[in-house]
């Protein structure tokens, strides 16, 4: 798709990291910084290419309106977590246009929390290149997803921005919600104000 990205901060090799949530892309953003299992909703396993791909990086899969999913994938985090590759979870529950963070839910925070793993808040932030607002490139809403692809590809040409903040270990699952969810704010405040005037390695090198 020829998606330049940055990154700034330490890029995490194990424990939760915990991300705001603009498009199905951002999968593919982190995936090329780092290696991580992926936690989407139960949906995407079905998708063309995308479903594929999830299933064969050991992306888990939960029923948001299933508490039993909830259950069943904060299990298998806790035996992820145990590995030397980070967990990525979207905490909102769903994307958004960027012009606010959603409630993190704390659920799938619990493994993290019980075996005092490290959690690790992210923001990811994209720029078009016409300056044309971010929002033009967000899935969120009731907007279909191969619509949504199509525009994705045909745009001019974009760039993500990802940065981490510093790992920290949590007493309980709500605390680490609240806390992470302030700090992906803060995190994304911080990607906003600096602009995307540095320059932007190509995702297609690094991929």
Same mark, same amino acid.
């Given at each position: 798709?020829? $998606? !330049?990205?940055?990154?700034?901060?330490?890029?995490?090799?194990? %424990?939760?990291?915990?991300?705001?949530?603009?498009?199905?892309?951002?999968?593919?953003?982190? %995936? #090329?910084?780092?290696?991580?299992?992926?936690?989407?909703?139960? *949906?995407?396993?079905?998708?063309? &290419?995308?479903? !594929?791909?999830?299933?064969?990086?050991?992306?888990?899969?939960?029923?948001?309106?299933?508490?039993?999913? +909830?259950?069943?994938?904060?299990?298998?985090?806790? *035996?992820?977590?145990?590995?030397?590759?980070?967990?990525?979870?979207?905490?909102?529950?769903?994307?958004? =246009?960027?012009?606010?963070?959603?409630?993190?839910?704390?659920? @799938?925070?619990?493994? #993290?929390?019980?075996?005092?793993?490290?959690?690790?808040?992210?923001?990811?932030? &994209?720029?078009?290149? /016409?300056?044309?607002?971010?929002?033009?490139?967000?899935?969120?809403? /009731?907007?279909?997803?191969?619509?949504?692809?199509?525009? @994705?590809?045909?745009?001019?040409?974009?760039?993500?921005?990802?940065?981490?903040?510093?790992? !920290? $270990? &949590?007493? /309980? !699952?709500?605390?680490? #919600?609240?806390?992470?969810? /302030?700090?992906?704010? =803060?995190?994304? +405040?911080?990607?906003?104000?600096? %602009?995307?005037?540095?320059?932007?390695?190509?995702?297609?090198?690094? =991929?």
């Amino acid at each position: 798709m020829g $998606v !330049r990205y940055s990154v700034a901060g330490t890029v995490p090799s194990r %424990g939760l990291v915990v991300s705001n949530h603009l498009s199905h892309i951002d999968i593919l953003i982190y %995936g #090329a910084i780092t290696p991580a299992f992926f936690v989407s909703k139960a *949906e995407v396993r079905r998708w063309p &290419y995308f479903g !594929r791909a999830a299933r064969t990086g050991g992306a888990l899969f939960i029923d948001r309106s299933s508490r039993w999913s +909830a259950r069943i994938v904060a299990l298998q985090i806790a *035996e992820r977590l145990m590995l030397p590759v980070p967990v990525l979870l979207f905490p909102e529950g769903t994307s958004t =246009d960027g012009s606010q963070i959603l409630r993190f839910h704390s659920a @799938l925070f619990e493994p #993290a929390a019980q075996g005092a793993f490290p959690v690790t808040a992210a923001a990811i932030r &994209y720029v078009l290149e /016409d300056g044309m607002p971010e929002r033009e490139l967000c899935w969120y809403g /009731d907007t279909l997803f191969l619509p949504h692809l199509i525009k @994705l590809l045909g745009a001019r040409g974009f760039s993500a921005q990802v940065r981490f903040g510093q790992a !920290r $270990v &949590y007493p /309980d !699952r709500r605390t680490a #919600a609240i806390a992470t969810h /302030d700090e992906v704010a =803060d995190l994304r +405040a911080i990607l906003i104000a600096a %602009g995307a005037s540095e320059a932007i390695p190509s995702l297609s090198r690094a =991929d």
